[in-house]
């Protein structure tokens, strides 16, 4: 047997077998009676968009990119940090050896900002900050618990400072990083993303930068902290520019594949 919607509304749905019987029945009704596939696969779109028990595909779109999104962020960073002790050179700059990894978090930051705006992006710096202090306590407990070889406590010694630290930058730079992004969009109503994003990561930036190398590499001013600095700082807001059209690339994406809600007719 084959089901048919005529009309719905919000709380009742109005369908026809193929035999002609007429019947309506709520959303959740339709799903609990297990009816589902005897309609076509648009009138069932259409019913689990009406149910109050089922995520709407829109919904399940969003939580697909929210989830992606933070994971890769997370990723980045911790990818990214335990590599920042060892130093390379750049460009005739001396750089932390995660230098090409840890700008990608910017794209993540920026792109979280102007798709689902200013509170995912503040949830995604404070979970991200949460899972550092984790990572630094059973990093330390590890460390701390067992009888482990020089070679082990070489990579792995210096990994509960660097995520706390770390956590410290994210809470002070990348929030800061979210609020300037809010401001400029709500402010400037006709600011571009590109300006936004270069605005926002330079600021942001400049406390992460400062914090990081004085907190893990000396808290002493001296003329080689603060050349480390102007350099690290200098190329990320370069590596950053470059990157924005990776940000351009994501919210294109997520926009133009995002469902259109059904209009609800009565």
């Given at each position: 047997?084959?089901?048919?919607?005529?009309?719905?509304?919000?709380?009742?749905?109005?369908?026809?077998?193929?035999?002609?019987?007429?019947?309506?029945?709520?959303?959740?009704?339709l799903?609990?009676?297990?009816v589902?596939?005897?309609f076509?696969?648009?009138?069932?779109?259409?019913?689990?968009?009406?149910?109050?028990?089922?995520?709407s595909?829109?919904?399940?779109?969003?939580?697909?990119?929210?989830?992606?999104?933070?994971?890769?962020?997370?990723?980045?960073?911790?990818?990214?940090i335990?590599?920042?002790?060892?130093t390379v050179?750049?460009?005739?700059?001396?750089?932390?050896?995660?230098?090409?990894?840890?700008?990608?978090?910017?794209?993540?930051?920026?792109?979280?900002?102007?798709?689902?705006?200013?509170?995912?992006?503040?949830?995604?710096?404070?979970?991200?900050?949460?899972?550092?202090?984790?990572?630094?306590?059973?990093?330390?407990?590890?460390?701390?618990?067992?009888?482990?070889?020089?070679?082990?406590?070489?990579?792995?010694?210096?990994?509960?400072?660097l995520y706390?630290?770390?956590?410290?930058?994210l809470?002070?730079?990348?929030?800061?990083?979210?609020?300037?992004?809010?401001s400029?969009?709500?402010?400037?109503?006709?600011?571009p993303?590109?300006?936004?994003?270069?605005?926002?990561?330079?600021?942001?930036?400049?406390?992460?930068?400062?914090?990081?190398?004085?907190?893990?590499?000396?808290?002493?001013?001296s003329?080689?902290?603060?050349t480390?600095?102007?350099?690290?700082?200098?190329?990320k807001?370069?590596?950053?520019?470059?990157?924005?059209?990776?940000?351009?690339?994501?919210?294109?994406?997520?926009?133009?594949?995002?469902?259109?809600?059904?209009?609800?007719?009565?």
């Amino acid at each position: 047997m084959k089901l048919k919607i005529i009309k719905h509304t919000a709380d009742s749905i109005l369908y026809e077998s193929d035999k002609g019987v007429r019947l309506h029945a709520p959303a959740d009704d339709l799903l609990k009676k297990n009816v589902l596939l005897m309609f076509d696969s648009k009138d069932r779109a259409l019913i689990r968009e009406l149910s109050n028990g089922y995520i709407s595909q829109k919904d399940e779109y969003d939580f697909f990119w929210i989830g992606g999104l933070f994971a890769f962020y997370l990723v980045f960073l911790l990818l990214a940090i335990p590599m920042s002790p060892n130093t390379v050179h750049l460009f005739h700059t001396a750089q932390p050896a995660g230098i090409l990894i840890f700008p990608l978090t910017f794209i993540i930051l920026d792109s979280v900002n102007e798709i689902f705006q200013y509170r995912y992006a503040r949830q995604l710096t404070c979970m991200a900050a949460v899972v550092m202090v984790i990572a630094s306590a059973l990093v330390y407990l590890t460390l701390n618990v067992f009888t482990l070889s020089d070679a082990y406590l070489t990579v792995f010694g210096k990994l509960p400072k660097l995520y706390l630290i770390n956590a410290l930058c994210l809470l002070l730079a990348d929030q800061t990083n979210n609020l300037i992004f809010r401001s400029l969009r709500y402010r400037l109503a006709r600011c571009p993303l590109w300006l936004r994003c270069i605005v926002s990561t330079s600021c942001g930036q400049i406390t992460y930068t400062i914090v990081w190398i004085s907190l893990f590499f000396g808290t002493s001013v001296s003329t080689g902290l603060i050349t480390r600095i102007i350099d690290n700082y200098g190329f990320k807001i370069v590596y950053a520019a470059c990157l924005i059209p990776v940000t351009y690339a994501i919210v294109a994406v997520y926009r133009s594949r995002k469902p259109e809600l059904r209009e609800v007719t009565s």
